[in-house]
């Protein structure tokens, strides 16, 4: 299967380097990092997840800011290897509470004895965390969570009106805390990766929700667990009506999944009847349910362009984006990216008066317009104008040749399908038992494209 598995960081360091099969020549860590950095230098995109350089296959992930390789010299499955790579750093971070390069580092006998265990001869063996529990001897040296960056709203957890920073989360499962005591706590992620194309004239072409229920236990004896969600939850179309056609604000109304699946220790016995998920969870991080909307929903940003010339070399961009969610949300990290014609040699940007927390950059290498904005809160307005001054005359439409403009953001505490998890139910040992329960939505970004 495969031949070599390997860990870089961004600056291509070999973390930690595996070789199955010894049919893949040395080097080919550094061949991969110098593939990936020049393929983004020359032509501005990311690397694709597999290429093929001299008869050898490489496959990769991004993981936080580490890059999880796996090389074959066979005609394999890359959704396989990928899904392979997903789940290996999903068990890394399950043993270690934090995955990064300090974190690997510290842990590199651990980590090399997860790998022994789960891959042999370049074959999968397990990548449950469950089952290695069994297997593995060695103890991880926690990194401390204080060190870690500091965590935005988006690492907010909720339980009623309390709420937990996202750092509670970044614990080993199989360590338990100071003094041989467990913790007794339960996470629970809704992550919703949204699709959006928007026409020129700002009419919605295509929308599309993927959505996750990712839970984390850190509970003692594996007790069973009713995760409830909506009760009008529906699965399929409904006649080809949209979420609007059932009215509500944002968690209430019919939510409409076009299809779903669920992980193995998921049973649906009452599923049918009052949308109730039961389970036992197994150690470790995993995905509860999986599910996918393409029924139209209300977007979070709207985006409004308008490019004006200003003489035959001269043209003005006007970029206007508002917040479409509720006013005591804000979203955070937002990123809008605009390709600009490739005769652009200069850029000249003007920001709202008071403006804070927003940057703007002009890459010439990929002529490319970015504007980066801290916080946006909900149902604000942001406008930047941009000034741009051409090397050579525009001989068309200046319109064709620039956009579409795109988006990146992250909205913790939103998800527009309003998927809830109504409750999670712990079968109790005692009547002192207790457990925490954390819920966190989070709302991101995976295609929000606007046409010009």
């Not at 850190?218 to 009008?232: C, H, K, S, V």
């Not at 779903?260 to 470790?284: A, I, K, Q, W, Y």
């Amino acid at each position: 299967m495969i031949s070599q598995f390997f860990v870089l960081s961004q600056r291509g360091d070999s973390i930690v380097f595996r070789d199955y099969r010894g049919d893949v020549p040395k080097g080919s860590a550094e061949i991969f990092f110098r593939k990936v950095k020049f393929w983004k230098e020359d032509g501005g995109e990311e690397a694709p997840p597999v290429f093929n350089v001299d008869c050898v296959n490489y496959f990769h992930v991004k993981v936080v800011s580490l890059l999880f390789v796996a090389t074959s010299r066979t005609n394999l499955s890359p959704s396989l290897v990928l899904e392979l790579l997903q789940r290996i750093a999903r068990v890394i971070k399950d043993y270690l509470g934090v995955l990064n390069e300090d974190s690997l580092r510290k842990n590199f006998v651990l980590v090399y004895e997860l790998l022994d265990e789960v891959i042999d001869f370049g074959y999968v063996q397990t990548t449950s965390t469950e089952i290695l529990k069994s297997y593995i001897f060695n103890e991880p040296i926690m990194v401390d969570a204080g060190r870690l960056p500091p965590l935005g709203p988006a690492a907010m957890f909720m339980q009623g009106t309390k709420r937990m920073p996202g750092t509670a989360i970044t614990k080993s499962v199989v360590a338990n805390e100071p003094g041989g005591r467990k913790r007794e706590e339960i996470f629970v992620d809704i992550i919703e990766k949204i699709s959006i194309t928007f026409s020129s004239s700002g009419y919605i072409l295509t929308s599309e929700i993927d959505g996750t229920i990712q839970m984390k236990s850190y509970l003692t004896g594996n007790p069973e667990i009713r995760l409830a969600l909506n009760e009008d939850l529906s699965i399929g179309r409904a006649g080809g009506r949209s979420v609007y056609d059932y009215g509500g604000s944002a968690g209430s109304g019919a939510v409409i999944l076009d299809d779903c699946n669920f992980h193995e220790s998921v049973h649906l016995d009452s599923f049918d009847v009052d949308r109730t998920l039961t389970l036992v969870p197994p150690d470790g991080e995993f995905p509860v349910m999986n599910y996918r909307i393409t029924q139209e929903f209300k977007p979070p940003f709207r985006i409004n362009t308008l490019i004006e010339e200003a003489g035959s070399l001269k043209a003005e961009v006007i970029l206007k984006i508002r917040a479409e969610f509720p006013s005591d949300i804000t979203a955070n990290t937002i990123l809008v990216q605009m390709p600009l014609p490739t005769y652009t040699s200069r850029v000249s940007f003007e920001l709202e008066p008071g403006a804070v927390g927003q940057t703007t950059d002009f890459k010439e290498s990929s002529k490319r317009l970015e504007w980066s904005l801290k916080k946006v809160l909900g149902g604000s307005d942001h406008t930047l104008r941009a000034k741009l001054t051409f090397s050579q005359e525009s001989h068309g439409n200046i319109t064709k040749e620039a956009g579409p403009v795109s988006m990146t953001f992250t909205i913790p505490m939103y998800n527009p399908s309003r998927l809830q998890v109504k409750y999670l139910q712990i079968a109790k040992k005692s009547k002192t038992y207790n457990p925490y329960r954390w819920v966190r939505y989070v709302t991101q970004a995976n295609s929000y494209v606007a046409r010009i």
